[in-house]
């Protein structure tokens, strides 16, 4: 169980690394290179640089250009203010071919678009002609058609511009990530599993029984990689009944779930075209609305059969939580629209009562976004 | 739901009390083998007598249906108030008396 918990937390941490590369900046017409010169915190009016011990703030009229350890590049462009025009920080999104500036003024975000160094102008989230911004994306990357379906998919966001220019400047041929919900229908076999304590079922041979499952999905990418978060929510219902024979006496184990249960899930799709193979684990988590479980002992002495009922101790808990990991592929029908198979693996417990049963389940999920 | 028996399964599903004037309950039949019912009833006694089994009170209620896996009966006289009960719903065929779990109520 721990060795589970310590992968999964792994596959979290992963897409989060980020490595270090030196900082540099442009001021008058000197340029300064080294690590740690560049303040932790800047804004699109100011940035903080190292001078001696001490952090000296610096306007965009006077630092043409800096760059930070992350990566990210700075430049101070004029912006029209008015009737005038005022300097600004704008970081820069992707190089050569078609350049994305952005900044971010209170909660507004603002980009730029620089073609071939000739002409700049800002890109809003909807034009005076009031046309969305991905229609005017869309005709600026005609000649790449793939990133011309991306953007048709961009958000007006900063990872998820800066993803669109880098898959224009290469005309990448990979998938687009972005925001996807839609239906999850499949088959679910469960085989519940009792616990030390519960002497009586221990004497059952519990095995798989299935039953259909319906719900639906979300699918939000993570800092527009090809790791993603992936909520479930999907309606499952179980009949499960045992039966075990000892001498005179008759077990019966008689249990009627039904519930929502909740995948919270991380999800990582290799970036290929046609058939996207992926695998994803995380937290699982139960609610069973209908939760009637009963342990029967029929004693027979003489043709006359005296049955009793164990309860009414809880058998299965009314809230679940667990574990679980899975891998299927998505097939790609068009730039927009997925159908997904999967096979899942999950393992739940009670909450409230640690006697009770625990489930194993294995799932197997179709898919489709719409 | 339960796994074939050579003997009719009945256990009590469902019980209404309303002190003083009724019990209501129902018996599920939750595995019915070929034979055919040929008595089913209920068996009920007071708390004191629970270990007495001169003093269980038999109600039959006859033959049952083919076609039924079930049946319910409600009690309206013969009670005592105040008193607490055991109860059990009970079918018998060719072979088997088959005696469903206990229900417990106060008539209170």
Same mark, same amino acid.
């Given at each position: 169980?721990?060795? +589970?918990?310590?992968?999964?937390?792994?596959?979290?941490?992963?897409?989060?690394?980020?490595?270090?590369?030196?900082?540099?900046?442009?001021? /008058?017409?000197?340029?300064?290179?080294?690590?740690?010169?560049?303040?932790?915190?800047?804004?699109?009016?100011?940035?903080?640089?190292?001078?001696?011990?001490?952090?000296?703030?610096?306007?965009?009229? !006077?630092? @043409?250009?800096?760059?930070?350890?992350?990566?990210?590049?700075?430049?101070?462009?004029?912006?029209?203010?008015?009737?005038?025009?005022?300097?600004?920080?704008?970081?820069?999104?992707?190089?050569?071919?078609?350049?994305?500036?952005?900044?971010? !003024?209170?909660?507004?975000?603002?980009?730029?678009?620089?073609?071939?160094?000739?002409?700049?102008?800002?890109?809003?989230?909807?034009?005076?002609?009031? !046309?969305?911004?991905?229609?005017?994306?869309?005709?600026? =990357?005609?000649?790449?058609?793939?990133?011309?379906?991306?953007? %048709?998919?961009?958000?007006?966001?900063?990872?998820? =511009?800066?993803?669109?220019?880098?898959?224009?400047?290469? +005309?990448?041929?990979?998938?687009?990530?972005?925001?996807?919900?839609?239906? &999850?229908?499949?088959?679910?076999?469960?085989?519940?599993?009792?616990?030390?304590?519960? #002497?009586?079922?221990?004497?059952?041979?519990?095995?798989?029984?299935?039953?259909?499952?319906?719900?639906?999905?979300?699918?939000?990418?993570?800092?527009?990689?090809?790791?993603?978060?992936?909520?479930?929510?999907?309606?499952?219902?179980?009949?499960? $009944?045992? &039966?075990?024979?000892?001498?005179? =006496? /008759?077990? *019966?184990?008689? $249990?009627?779930?039904?519930?929502?249960?909740?995948?919270?899930?991380?999800?990582?799709?290799?970036?290929?075209?046609?058939?996207?193979?992926?695998?994803?684990?995380?937290?699982?988590?139960?609610?069973?609305?209908?939760?009637?479980?009963?342990?029967?002992?029929?004693?027979?002495?003489?043709?006359?059969?005296?049955?009793?009922?164990?309860?009414?101790?809880?058998?299965?808990? %009314? =809230?679940?939580?667990?574990?679980?990991?899975?891998?299927?592929?998505?097939?790609?029908?068009?730039?927009?629209?997925?159908?997904?198979?999967?096979?899942?693996?999950?393992?739940?417990?009670?909450? #409230?009562?640690? $006697?009770?049963?625990? *489930?194993?389940?294995?799932?197997?999920?179709?898919?489709?976004?719409? | 739901?339960?796994?074939?028996?050579?003997?009719?399964?009945?256990?009590? /599903?469902?019980?209404?009390?309303?002190?003083? @004037?009724?019990?209501?309950?129902? #018996?599920?039949?939750?595995?019915?083998?070929?034979?055919?019912?040929?008595?089913?009833?209920?068996?009920?006694? *007071?708390?004191?007598?629970?270990?007495?089994?001169?003093?269980?009170?038999?109600?039959?209620?006859?033959?049952?249906?083919?076609?039924?896996?079930?049946?319910? *009966? &409600?009690?309206?006289?013969?009670?005592?108030?105040?008193?607490?009960?055991?109860?059990?719903?009970? &079918?018998?065929?060719?072979?088997?008396?088959?005696?469903?779990?206990?229900?417990?109520?106060?008539?209170?």
């Amino acid at each position: 169980m721990m060795k +589970c918990w310590y992968i999964i937390a792994l596959f979290f941490i992963l897409p989060f690394t980020t490595s270090g590369q030196n900082e540099y900046y442009f001021k /008058d017409s000197s340029f300064s290179t080294g690590k740690n010169l560049i303040g932790g915190y800047h804004t699109s009016e100011l940035v903080q640089i190292k001078v001696g011990d001490h952090l000296v703030p610096y306007s965009p009229n !006077q630092i @043409k250009e800096f760059g930070c350890k992350n990566g990210r590049v700075y430049i101070s462009k004029s912006v029209p203010n008015g009737d005038s025009t005022h300097r600004v920080f704008m970081e820069r999104l992707g190089k050569p071919g078609l350049t994305m500036y952005y900044y971010k !003024q209170g909660w507004r975000r603002h980009f730029f678009i620089e073609k071939d160094s000739i002409s700049t102008f800002e890109l809003p989230r909807r034009s005076q002609q009031n !046309q969305r911004f991905n229609k005017q994306l869309v005709e600026l =990357m005609s000649g790449c058609p793939m990133a011309a379906n991306a953007a %048709k998919l961009v958000r007006y966001s900063r990872n998820s =511009m800066a993803k669109l220019i880098s898959r224009y400047n290469g +005309c990448v041929s990979k998938p687009f990530p972005y925001f996807r919900y839609g239906i &999850t229908v499949g088959y679910e076999l469960v085989k519940q599993v009792p616990l030390q304590q519960m #002497a009586d079922l221990n004497l059952l041979n519990f095995s798989y029984e299935g039953g259909f499952i319906v719900g639906v999905f979300l699918d939000e990418p993570i800092r527009t990689s090809d790791f993603s978060f992936h909520p479930e929510a999907y309606f499952s219902q179980q009949r499960i $009944s045992r &039966t075990g024979v000892f001498g005179n =006496m /008759d077990v *019966d184990y008689i $249990s009627t779930l039904s519930g929502i249960k909740m995948p919270l899930l991380l999800r990582y799709a290799y970036p290929s075209n046609k058939i996207r193979p992926f695998a994803n684990a995380g937290g699982i988590f139960s609610y069973n609305i209908q939760n009637i479980n009963h342990l029967y002992e029929s004693t027979i002495i003489n043709n006359r059969v005296n049955i009793a009922d164990l309860g009414p101790y809880p058998l299965v808990d %009314k =809230m679940q939580f667990g574990y679980s990991f899975g891998g299927g592929v998505e097939y790609r029908l068009s730039y927009r629209r997925s159908i997904f198979l999967e096979v899942r693996y999950s393992s739940v417990l009670g909450l #409230a009562h640690p $006697s009770s049963m625990s *489930d194993s389940e294995i799932t197997f999920l179709f898919e489709i976004n719409i | 739901m339960v796994q074939p028996k050579d003997y009719p399964f009945v256990v009590i /599903d469902k019980l209404d009390v309303m002190p003083n @004037k009724y019990v209501a309950f129902h #018996a599920n039949i939750a595995y019915k083998d070929s034979l055919e019912i040929i008595d089913h009833g209920f068996v009920i006694v *007071d708390v004191w007598h629970h270990n007495d089994p001169s003093k269980f009170h038999y109600v039959s209620l006859g033959i049952l249906a083919k076609n039924l896996t079930g049946f319910n *009966d &409600t009690i309206y006289s013969g009670l005592e108030g105040g008193m607490k009960y055991y109860l059990r719903a009970y &079918t018998k065929n060719a072979r088997y008396t088959v005696y469903s779990n206990e229900v417990f109520f106060a008539n209170k």
